[in-house]
């Protein structure tokens, strides 16, 4: 089949073989208001000089030559080229989903081996293929509890990434599931005696997130105990992947969602990312999508097949455990062997420069008069500052000194307007952390 | 394998054997081979009300997960546990070891609207000239 643009003749010849006269009539069902009678305002056609030159120009918009302290569910850690040969082969890159495993051994090899290090990651017994990112597999794990637990209510922390909290309610608008959320403490971390308060015997799962929106780490055993005595589920989002090369896994967790950006894929025009959603064995059958399985031939030689894909949406329609219908198997196959090139100990060592640097980064910006730490709970490579003025105003003036500032917490949380959320990792020299210091200093000092 | 005489047999494949007001129900034989090899089965807990034609569980093969609907309504009393560890029992023993669930029926007369055993080797039967055809 090739997939060329259909001409006006064929086009006609399609339309009498399905008895339709024209396309009017094919999309008469589609009411007249939502249907587009202009042109799409696309630009072109251009040459290929023309195309190459566009995508220059828009290349020389990146911010090269930025240093960044901007983080927030997004990250930037070393890459290494191989990462980057290894996905491009053509056996990876232009594969199809690998339904057929007879010629698919490669492919699925690497599932398999992604799954089995997410799995080890988060403490989990289980790890799917890979969701679409982190806040979909947030929300596929709220919607597996609701399922498991047969239970409506789900209680989420304001400290989850505002935008996860958005897709959860998105998902939710429609289909009965009751979202509540719960306040953070002084410290900056989850209300406890709140999150108590609202737990009944109809909440489906309790999330948070840790580390959380604003860098803190959540304590994961009284939460999930809390959860467990009420017969709810115990669900732990995860955007910072390589917290987990120093934090104790959420073992605890009966469901983890995590963002996999952080393993070896760029911090790119957002996106593609790959969300994990790992889990414990006995609930294999209500995750969301597909795994890929190790198994024998009729000769005993391994080999691995695609399974639990007869639950997908494309066989049991609206049967279907979820509505995701594949994975994002090129940017597990990135995450795979970036992980496997740092080995145990390289992730580690990652994950202790981060913070390591983040708490330099810390003590730094309180010399700066007027900053004040906004909470004093552990966090790992990002923290939440107070500002004297407009964070803004101030991200505006650090860019001018080639700085990308720290995300303003005012829109998601008008209650923390003037506050700021600084990222810092590995990727981050101590003496960008000081003229970092230095810009922002300089930047509060300037006249109002 | 043959189809017990006494048991009372669905279009969807589903057989039930009743003893008074109280019925064990299962796939057929002719189910579990067109499924293949049974890996999984989801099955109500005890308590659940059933409706005749309505699915109360799934049968989960190599190929598919299927659903499984009831051939009359009434009260599940016992789910077989013993298929959550050897599902693959449904192909071994379907009409026998593998029942499914044992019910409380609504109304036992009900079931005699369903085919007998003759009936049903002749319904699929037929649906096997169909599809060959």
């Given at each position: 089949m090739r997939y060329l643009p259909k001409s006006p003749a064929e086009r006609q010849e399609m339309l009498a073989a399905i008895g339709a006269k024209s396309m009017d009539e094919l999309f008469s069902s589609i009411p007249e208001r939502f249907r587009l009678r202009d042109a799409l305002k696309?630009?072109?056609?251009?040459?290929?000089?023309?195309?190459?030159?566009?995508?220059?120009?828009?290349?020389?918009?990146?911010?090269?030559?930025?240093t960044s302290f901007l983080g927030a569910g997004v990250y930037n850690h070393l890459r290494s080229v191989v990462t980057d040969a290894i996905i491009q082969r053509g056996e990876f890159l232009t594969s199809y989903t690998p339904y057929q495993a007879e010629i698919s051994q490669g492919t699925l090899q690497a599932i398999f081996e992604f799954q089995t290090l997410m799995s080890q990651l988060t403490g989990q017994e289980v790890a799917n293929a890979s969701m679409y990112d982190g806040s979909t597999a947030m929300t596929e794990a709220v919607l597996m509890a609701e399922r498991l637990t047969g239970r409506q209510r789900v209680l989420v922390a304001r400290s989850v990434h505002p935008e996860y909290r958005e897709v959860l309610k998105t998902y939710a608008k429609n289909s009965g599931l009751q979202v509540e959320e719960i306040p953070f403490a002084a410290n900056g971390t989850v209300d406890q005696q709140k999150l108590k308060g609202a737990l009944k015997e109809d909440v489906a799962a309790i999330v948070v997130q840790s580390p959380n929106f604003f860098g803190v780490i959540e304590p994961h055993a009284p939460l999930a105990e809390s959860a467990h005595a009420s017969?709810?589920?115990?669900?732990?989002?995860?955007?910072?992947?390589?917290?987990?090369?120093?934090?104790?896994?959420?073992?605890?967790?009966?469901?983890?969602?995590?963002?996999?950006?952080?393993?070896?894929?760029?911090?790119?025009?957002?996106?593609?990312?790959?969300?994990?959603?790992?889990?414990?064995?006995?609930?294999?059958?209500?995750?969301?999508?597909?795994?890929?399985?190790?198994?024998?031939?009729?000769?005993?030689?391994?080999?691995?097949?695609?399974?639990?894909?007869?639950r997908e949406q494309h066989i049991r329609r609206e049967k279907a455990t979820s509505n995701i219908c594949t994975n994002q198997a090129l940017c597990a196959l990135a995450a795979t062997v970036h992980l496997t090139l740092l080995g145990k100990e390289g992730l580690r060592?990652?994950?202790?420069?981060?913070?390591?640097?983040?708490?330099?980064?810390?003590?730094?910006?309180?010399?700066?008069?007027?900053v004040r730490r906004t909470f004093d709970a552990p966090f790992f490579n990002e923290f939440t500052i107070e500002l004297p003025r407009s964070v803004k105003i101030v991200n505006s003036q650090l860019s001018r000194e080639k700085i990308i500032g720290p995300f303003a917490l005012g829109t998601p949380y008008p209650e923390l307007t003037k506050h700021a959320l600084v990222c810092v990792t590995e990727t981050t020299p101590r003496a960008e952390v000081e003229r970092f210091a230095g810009a922002l200093k300089r930047a509060l000092e300037q006249p109002v | 394998?043959?189809?017990?005489?006494?048991?009372?047999?669905?279009?969807?494949?589903?057989?039930?054997?009743?003893?008074?007001?109280?019925?064990?129900?299962?796939?057929?034989?002719?189910?579990?081979?067109?499924?293949?090899?049974?890996?999984?089965?989801?099955?109500?807990?005890?308590?659940?009300?059933?409706?005749?034609?309505?699915?109360?569980?799934?049968?989960?093969?190599?190929?598919?997960?299927?659903?499984?609907?009831?051939?009359?309504?009434?009260?599940?009393?016992?789910?077989?546990?013993?298929?959550?560890?050897?599902?693959?029992?449904?192909?071994?023993?379907?009409?026998?070891?593998?029942?499914?669930?044992?019910?409380?029926?609504?109304n036992p007369a009900a079931v005699n609207s369903l085919m007998d055993a003759a009936a049903y080797e002749a319904y699929i039967a037929e649906k096997g000239k169909e599809t060959s055809a």
């Open positions: 696309i630009p072109g056609p251009y040459s290929e000089a023309e195309v190459i030159q566009y995508f220059k120009d828009r290349a020389a918009e990146n911010s090269l030559g930025y017969g709810a589920m115990f669900v732990v989002a995860i955007t910072e992947g390589v917290s987990l090369g120093l934090l104790r896994p959420p073992s605890e967790a009966d469901i983890v969602a995590m963002e996999g950006q952080s393993f070896g894929l760029p911090p790119s025009y957002g996106g593609p990312f790959a969300g994990v959603i790992a889990s414990r064995d006995k609930f294999v059958r209500q995750m969301p999508g597909r795994l890929a399985g190790q198994t024998t031939d009729s000769e005993g030689r391994r080999g691995f097949v695609l399974t639990l894909a007869t060592e990652m994950a202790e420069q981060n913070l390591s640097k983040a708490h330099f980064a810390l003590s730094e910006l309180l010399k700066i008069p007027g | 394998m043959a189809y017990p005489k006494t048991y009372r047999y669905t279009k969807d494949h589903e057989w039930i054997d009743v003893k008074g007001d109280l019925a064990t129900i299962g796939i057929t034989d002719h189910a579990q081979h067109e499924l293949g090899d049974v890996v999984f089965v989801e099955l109500p807990k005890p308590g659940t009300k059933i409706e005749a034609g309505k699915s109360f569980g799934t049968v989960e093969s190599v190929k598919a997960v299927s659903e499984i609907y009831a051939p009359a309504a009434g009260e599940v009393l016992e789910a077989n546990g013993e298929l959550h560890n050897t599902p693959e029992k449904i192909n071994s023993d379907p009409h026998g070891a593998a029942w499914l669930i044992k019910v409380r029926l609504a």
